[in-house]
């Protein structure tokens, strides 16, 4: 096993990876490669050694879905601290006179059930939905696959205590769990919704990459480095999971936008985000009672959903392909 | 889908059902005009097992209803109390009453009703043992401690107030003067049980069997009822139709989908969200009658914040705050009437219903309202957290619309935010445990059509309902004084006068008063409400 | 292998012990469920302690426990509010509930994976575009209104189905509100079986079908779908519990009367009995589905044993 802060040698993966080098070489090569290869354009005395990680970056920067799903991104966050920038209204300010009317002039989207404007509603909504979303996400992303990680990898009794302690909160029921855990809290911020989520979701992530690990520490270039010594924290970080790791990215994406549903169910039941909380949850909560006759109503929290969701899921599909050897 | 047939057709259905038209709402179940047809009815789940002492709510009450007939009959109409086995009720002194029940009513399995099957009957619903939520409806009835004390055992079988003096005679001793109390002999819990209740309980609830125009066929708890016209049933309210089917629905909005498909024919709830499309979709098949419900703000009188000497200004700012017009049209598409007193238009003049008797403190007046707020030493705590609960009644909608309402009126954003509880049994819990932080959503559907019950219970010192805990010496003298009162006319008076001092301090924000709405399809005819929002199901034809 | 299952059945009974504890003290923390049986008032006092007796709430909560788990041992999973049993209501609303979830589980599985293998392959072409678009509809639409919505066009407009179910609840009956129920786990599966195939379709072992000249459709069911099946597999079976106790807001719409419809009012209502009765039989078929799973990963990957 080669020295990390050895230089390798500079090659590029894909050649070797389109040689259809049998399997252990595969591995054994592209191991050196993407761990210590040198940076190609970097060539001063100085250059640090590039790793599977920084390869990534240099793939992502180039990719035109990154960017355009970044940029979305970017702006969702601006309008997150700044709403007023794009929006000059005051978001709690409803007139029921208005009740379920059209667009008009200055009122683009028109007005909601309470007669509020849905624009303005929308645009200050994304700070709550895009955090929730956003933090839910990682939170469970993190948690799951740590955990669900070290149960496939270890396997064993770890698995076992792991796994069977996943079943356990497989088992609550998320009416209970929200009526139960969530009920009891008075705060109004964001964070004991965050939390709940965390607690619920975790498990699902945990089983994927749990599945994952399994299989990844199954291929013949993990077996190797295992047979050449590798630690269990190297093996873990740099063979299993870049293998590993796009099951629990399509998920997490996908889970980003139910989260943000799911907020609004929480809502609904009367244990999520209170008043006079603005977010985009609540709003399609208030609005699907009434999709029959005011549809405008749910179409553009909906909307604002749904570009949130894209661009995540652009965003974790550029990131899973920058970070699959096999794809170069 | 509905009788015999059900279980063929649907298996008819399920062998083209994705290209099948629905079987469509006629045909089966039997001939048009000829009093056979069936009709088919939204249901939900009764709460409670279906004794008549503990039912509660109106999805049992709906069965109740059809198949028993008690002393008195509310008319479905007018609301009055009227005789229906009752062959008279005599006092001299509105304490000792002296019943005698109508000849030839039996059961629908024969058993001949008699005096006894009613003292049976009560003397069940009264005693502790028995689990009846109902129980306090025999609280006026002498002996009531014994079979029903606030704590410990019971210490008696059976209420000393009530006697069987012949095989269609009893009397009935109250514990105080109570001159308007035959009139709540209508209630279901007054209902007389056949001797099979009590013999063999479990068959008698999976198949209850009582002395009304109906009988219960079948009767698969989750799913449907089927009741079926008693053809021998002595009384002049026989009814129109074959009987009726009752299927449980998961949700009223799928049950007025159904109705609208035309696979059902009554829905007597209707969202409030599909009323607009309602009139549209059913025209004249669309009811919306008052009922006996009246929604009101309750304060919590026990935290101090609220209860200042300036709380009534405070309070009646607040009730000024509140555009109910506006409200009830928008969100509830008139299926509510603004309220101007604390009673129900049900009631009736004579009854105490006074329209206007809240005068100008419930007129919608922002500026007005801002005065007295800030007269009143402003909201507490700068945000008032309006309570309801979450699981039932989507109240959200209008709780928004009144916080919307009054930060409008007051010029803040947050002077009043929605505060939902997740179920109605926690929303009671902190209700009962005195937890409440600021004002809370009420209830009141009537037990009996009178304005007792409309006042007494809810705003007298330490009464059942009283959740806000107010009290008022004045008010409490003039509600007593009222129930001393022998002439109805006067004890109205004396009621209204209490209401007045309810008026002036404001103890609860009236809000709106609750139609019953219902909708049917065109196989069915002749379809109305009563004051308790139940479909009279026996006066329905079908054809 | 058989030791192996054994085991994992032996690990079974904690699990169900701690799963039955913690929904327990959940359901009890709720607090005092007689509050919500008097309607709109407070039941008078005496009625309610002598309720709260006959229910076993005024003993303390471990003492509950174990006589709840005494009872459930012999079979007795007690009584709902409204005087019926609760296995009674579990005898009406598991068959259903089960039928439900199978459609939709065949659904994904037909659906999802037919979806995923094709926009796996064609990357970036229109059809991936498209199936993209159709799973952030299902994701940002939430189940109720496309309930609704599928609800009032296809039983009320159009005539095709009955609106709502009936009791029988059919196959048939419940093919729509299975699609319904399935939509958003099919985004999932979809996007799952889409990666997973486009990472392995430029694994060795393709390539190596490929040159021995194997016919294409061979090579991607035998070769490339099933070695990409793994984390599809594993989802659906953390999804079958999910579909089972959560299917709240479909057996609503389609006036369905399952599992999630009974554990949902079991749970506003704050009834002990109902809601552990039935968590406790979701928690076994949780741990039957994720036990079967793991088996899977055997058969889709002759690399992975089980000692």
């Known amino acids: 096993m080669p020295d990390p802060q050895q230089p390798g040698l500079p090659d590029d993966k894909s050649a070797i990876s389109a040689a259809g080098a049998g399997a252990a070489t595969d591995m054994a090569m592209s191991e050196g490669i993407s761990l210590e290869g040198q940076d190609p354009q970097g060539g001063g005395p100085d250059t640090k050694p590039r790793s599977l990680w920084s390869d990534a970056w240099r793939d992502l920067r180039r990719n035109p879905v990154f960017l355009i799903s970044s940029l979305i991104i970017l702006f969702l966050v601006v309008i997150s601290i700044w709403p007023s920038l794009i929006a000059s209204g005051n978001p709690l300010s409803c007139d029921l006179a208005k009740s379920q009317q059209g667009s008009q002039p200055g009122h683009p989207f028109g007005f909601n059930q309470q007669g509020c404007d849905v624009y303005t509603r929308t645009v200050y909504g994304a700070r709550t939905s895009v955090a929730v979303g956003v933090l839910a996400t990682l939170g469970v992303a993190v948690l799951g696959s740590v955990l669900g990680g070290l149960a496939g990898f270890f396997g064993g009794v770890w698995d076992a205590i792991l796994s069977r302690v996943t079943d356990m909160f497989f088992a609550i029921p998320v009416v209970l769990g929200g009526l139960v855990l969530l009920s009891v809290v008075t705060s109004t911020t964001i964070w004991p919704v965050i939390g709940f989520m965390v607690l619920l979701g975790w498990p699902q992530i945990s089983r994927i990459a749990r599945g994952s690990v399994i299989t990844a520490k199954q291929n013949d270039y993990v077996q190797a480095a295992r047979a050449l010594g590798a630690s269990n924290t190297r093996m873990l970080l740099r063979h299993i999971t870049p293998n590993a790791v796009a099951p629990v990215i399509v998920v997490a994406t996908i889970a980003l936008g139910t989260y943000i549903a799911l907020e609004a169910t929480l809502s609904f039941l009367g244990v999520g985000l209170r008043p006079p909380t603005v977010s985009w949850g609540i709003d399609i909560s208030d609005a699907s009672a009434n999709v029959r006759n005011a549809p405008h109503m749910l179409l553009w929290p909906a909307g604002a959903l749904a570009i949130t969701v894209l661009a995540f899921i652009m965003l974790g599909d550029a990131v899973r392909d920058a970070l699959d050897p096999k794809l170069r | 889908?509905?009788?015999?047939?059900?279980?063929?057709?649907?298996?008819?259905?399920?062998?083209?059902?994705?290209?099948?038209?629905?079987?469509?709402?006629?045909?089966?179940?039997?001939?048009?005009?000829?009093?056979?047809?069936?009709?088919?009815?939204?249901?939900?789940?009764?709460?409670?097992?279906?004794?008549?002492?503990?039912?509660?709510?109106?999805?049992?009450?709906?069965?109740?209803?059809?198949?028993?007939?008690?002393?008195?009959?509310?008319?479905?109409?007018?609301?009055?109390?009227?005789?229906?086995?009752?062959?008279k009720i005599e006092t001299d002194d509105s304490v000792n009453y002296r019943i005698t029940v109508k000849d030839g009513w039996t059961f629908s399995n024969g058993e001949k009703v008699t005096a006894k099957s009613f003292v049976d009957a009560w003397n069940y619903g009264a005693h502790l043992d028995n689990n009846q939520k109902n129980a306090y409806f025999f609280g006026y009835i002498d002996g009531y401690d014994e079979v029903h004390p606030e704590e410990g055992d019971a210490t008696a079988r059976t209420l000393s107030g009530l006697k069987v003096t012949g095989e269609r005679t009893f009397t009935v001793k109250l514990n105080q003067k109570f001159s308007t109390w035959p009139e709540t002999l209508g209630y279901a819990a007054f209902a007389p049980l056949p001797t099979a209740f009590f013999e063999d309980h479990d068959s008698w609830l999976a198949k209850p069997v009582g002395n009304g125009p109906y009988q219960v066929d079948n009767y698969a708890k989750g799913s449907q009822m089927s009741l079926r016209t008693w053809n021998d049933y002595p009384g002049d309210d026989k009814a129109q139709n074959g009987g009726v089917d009752l299927k449980v629905y998961t949700d009223n909005n799928t049950a007025y989908t159904d109705l609208t498909a035309g696979n059902l024919d009554l829905v007597d709830d209707i969202p409030a969200n599909q009323i607009k499309n309602a009139q549209s979709d059913l025209g004249d098949r669309y009811l919306n009658t008052p009922a006996g419900i009246i929604q009101t703000l309750s304060f919590p009188f026990y935290d101090k914040e609220w209860n200042t000497p300036d709380g009534a200004k405070l309070r009646t700012g607040i009730s000024r705050a509140?555009?109910?017009?506006?409200?009830?049209?928008?969100?509830?598409?008139?299926?509510?009437?603004?309220?101007?007193?604390?009673?129900?238009?049900?009631?009736?003049?004579?009854?105490?219903?006074?329209?206007?008797?809240?005068?100008?403190?419930?007129?919608?007046?922002?500026?007005?309202?801002?005065?007295?707020?800030?007269?009143?030493?402003?909201?507490?705590?700068?945000?008032?957290?309006?309570?309801?609960?979450?699981?039932?009644?989507?109240?959200?909608?209008?709780?928004?619309?009144?916080?919307?309402?009054?930060?409008?009126?007051?010029?803040?954003?947050?002077?009043?935010?929605?505060?939902?509880?997740?179920?109605?049994?926690?929303?009671r819990n902190k209700i009962g445990e005195r937890k409440m932080p600021g004002p809370f959503r009420a209830g009141w559907q009537m037990d009996y059509p009178l304005i007792q019950n409309f006042l007494q219970p809810l705003y007298y010192t330490d009464a059942s309902s009283n959740d806000g805990e107010w009290s008022n010496e004045k008010f409490d003298k003039l509600v007593d004084d009222a129930n001393a009162e022998s002439d109805t006319a006067k004890a109205v008076e004396k009621f209204q006068q209490a209401e007045e001092v309810l008026r002036d301090e404001m103890g609860a924000i009236p809000l709106w008063y609750q139609n019953g709405s219902a909708g049917y399809s065109d196989r069915i005819s002749n379809v109305e409400l009563n004051p308790f929002s139940v479909p009279v199901y026996n006066e329905i034809k079908v054809g | 292998m058989g030791r192996y299952v054994i085991r994992r059945l032996l690990q079974m009974i904690p699990v169900f012990i701690g799963a039955t504890l913690l929904i327990f003290l959940m359901v009890n923390v709720m607090g005092d469920p007689v509050a919500g049986l008097c309607g709109d008032r407070q039941c008078d006092p005496a009625t309610a302690q002598r309720l709260r007796t006959d229910l076993g709430l005024d003993k303390p909560v471990w003492q509950q426990y174990l006589t709840y788990m005494g009872n459930v041992f012999t079979g007795d999973f007690g009584t709902a509010f409204n005087g019926q049993k609760v296995t009674e209501l579990m005898g009406s609303a598991f068959p259903v509930t089960i039928r439900l979830t199978i459609v939709a589980i065949v659904l994904e599985i037909v659906i999802g994976i037919t979806l995923g293998v094709v926009t796996g392959l064609r990357r970036g072409r229109p059809v991936d575009t498209g199936v993209l678009i159709l799973t952030l509809v299902v994701i940002s639409v939430p189940t109720f209104v496309t309930g609704l919505l599928v609800q009032l066009l296809l039983g009320v407009k159009w005539g095709w189905i009955k609106p709502a179910?009936?009791?029988?609840?059919?196959?048939?009956?419940?093919?729509?509100?299975?699609?319904?129920?399935?939509?958003?786990?099919?985004?999932?599966?979809?996007?799952?079986?889409?990666?997973?195939?486009?990472?392995?379709?430029?694994?060795?072992?393709?390539?190596?079908?490929?040159?021995?000249?194997?016919?294409?459709?061979?090579?991607?069911?035998?070769?490339?779908?099933?070695?990409?099946?793994?984390?599809?597999?594993?989802?659906?079976?953390?999804?079958?519990?999910?579909?089972?106790?959560?299917?709240?807001?479909?057996?609503?719409?389609?006036?369905?009367?399952?599992?999630?419809?009974?554990?949902?009012?079991?749970?506003?209502?704050?009834?002990?009995?109902?809601?552990?009765?039935?968590?406790?039989?979701?928690?076994?078929?949780?741990?039957?589905?994720?036990?079967?799973?793991?088996?899977?990963?055997?058969?889709?990957?002759?690399?992975?044993?089980?000692?």
């Open chain 2, 322 to 427: 509140i555009n109910r017009e506006q409200i009830t049209k928008t969100i509830f598409q008139n299926t509510r009437t603004p309220a101007t007193d604390w009673t129900s238009p049900v009631l009736g003049e004579d009854g105490g219903y006074k329209a206007g008797l809240c005068g100008d403190a419930c007129e919608y007046d922002p500026a007005e309202a801002k005065r007295l707020v800030e007269e009143g030493g402003g909201i507490p705590g700068g945000t008032m957290r309006l309570g309801y609960n979450a699981d039932t009644g989507s109240h959200k909608e209008w709780v928004d619309a009144v916080c919307n309402s009054i930060n409008n009126a007051l010029g803040q954003d947050r002077a009043c935010v929605g505060d939902p509880t997740g179920t109605f049994a926690d929303f």
């Open chain 3, 165 to 307: 179910v009936s009791s029988e609840a059919t196959f048939g009956e419940l093919f729509v509100p299975g699609l319904v129920l399935a939509s958003v786990s099919l985004a999932y599966v979809t996007r799952l079986t889409r990666t997973s195939i486009a990472e392995n379709r430029r694994a060795d072992y393709v390539r190596t079908a490929i040159a021995k000249g194997l016919p294409r459709r061979r090579v991607i069911t035998r070769h490339l779908l099933r070695n990409s099946l793994i984390p599809v597999v594993t989802f659906i079976g953390t999804d079958i519990g999910a579909l089972m106790g959560g299917a709240i807001v479909t057996e609503r719409i389609f006036n369905i009367h399952g599992v999630g419809f009974q554990l949902y009012q079991g749970i506003l209502r704050q009834n002990t009995q109902t809601v552990v009765g039935f968590v406790t039989v979701l928690v076994l078929v949780f741990l039957v589905a994720n036990l079967i799973v793991d088996l899977l990963y055997a058969v889709l990957d002759p690399r992975i044993r089980y000692a």
């Open chain 2, 1 to 87: 889908m509905r009788g015999a047939t059900h279980a063929r057709w649907t298996a008819v259905a399920v062998a083209v059902t994705l290209a099948a038209t629905g079987c469509g709402g006629g045909g089966n179940g039997g001939g048009g005009g000829d009093g056979s047809g069936i009709v088919s009815s939204s249901w939900g789940d009764p709460q409670n097992p279906l004794e008549p002492a503990n039912t509660n709510e109106v999805q049992g009450g709906k069965v109740l209803d059809m198949i028993f007939r008690g002393l008195k009959r509310y008319n479905p109409k007018t609301g009055a109390a009227e005789d229906a086995l009752a062959e």
